[in-house]
């Protein structure tokens, strides 16, 4: 299912938003590439923008001028915030943003887990997140990359209770997917030692990564030469502000 009309169950990805110093050329960028269309929409202090496809909420864009390098945020969809905030330092995390109102929108908070990875809890009202998922132009998949997987997978298994199912598939990797307690697949955790840091790669999927690609550089960003990997033929795309994330197209 790609259009959702009710909030996600327990750890889910259930939103992203983009915190950039460069508010137009993000909005620029990004409608480039995907073709969103756009509404503002209230951010705690600051003025949200609301990305749209087919008129459904799919991402936002948070102006932030205090960053010198832009940043997608995903966000785990939790019945109850404050509780999930207070279970994520009590495991080694730190809280970035403590719990807030987002309007009447979601209550939400922004925290790094027990590795340092940035990752975001919406607790939805009025607004269940994304909308659409999982079809081109939207999120599809988030995973995390990170040189200690044990740690994280203890941190996620701890907060969330998932359970972590490796991925024989691809041995040649520490590559281990996160499911919920109902056994639905959330995403995953890759071990690589050579990162520098951890972080949660956004992945969107796209019908074409090679003309995506080609976009992106023609836009004022990044790319790397499409691949094709067991799942999708798949870039990474850096934006103007210096924002990484991945798109890729299903075979």
């Known amino acids: 299912m790609s259009v959702l009309s009710g909030n996600q169950p327990e750890g889910t990805p259930t939103w992203i938003d983009l915190r950039t110093p460069d508010r137009a050329g993000a909005l620029a960028f990004y409608q480039a590439l995907f073709g969103w269309e756009y509404e503002p929409y209230p951010t705690g202090d600051a003025q949200g923008t609301r990305c749209l496809l087919r008129g459904r909420p799919v991402a936002g ?18 019945d109850d915030c404050d509780g999930t905030a207070r279970r994520v330092t009590e495991r080694g995390g730190r809280l970035i943003e403590p719990p807030a109102d987002l309007a009447d929108h979601a209550r939400t908070a922004v925290a790094t887990d027990s590795v340092g990875a940035r990752f975001g809890l919406w607790q939805g009202r009025s607004r269940l997140g994304s909308e659409i998922v999982n079809e081109p132009d939207s999120l599809i998949r988030n995973d995390l990359i990170t040189p200690d997987p044990e740690r994280a997978r ?5 907060l969330f209770g998932f359970t972590p199912d490796r991925n024989k598939e691809v041995p040649e990797l520490d590559f281990t997917f996160l499911r919920r307690p109902d056994g639905h ?12 840091s951890s972080a949660w790669e956004t992945l969107f999927a796209v019908s074409d990564t090679d003309a995506v690609a080609r976009r992106a550089t023609e836009s004022g960003g990044s790319s790397t030469d499409p691949e094709d990997t067991p799942y999708a033929r798949m870039a990474t795309v850096t934006d103007p502000a210096g924002a990484v994330f991945s798109v890729g197209t299903a075979p």
Do not use: L
Not at 68 to 78: D, G, K, R
Not at 154 to 158: E, H, I, M, Q, V
Not at 185 to 196: A, N, Q, R
């Open 61 to 78: 864009i948070v102006p932030d001028p205090d960053r010198t390098v832009a940043v997608w945020t995903m966000y785990f969809a939790t």
């Open 185 to 196: 697949e959330i995403g995953g955790i890759i071990g690589s030692p050579g990162v520098p």
């Open 154 to 158: 203890a941190f996620y298994t701890a």
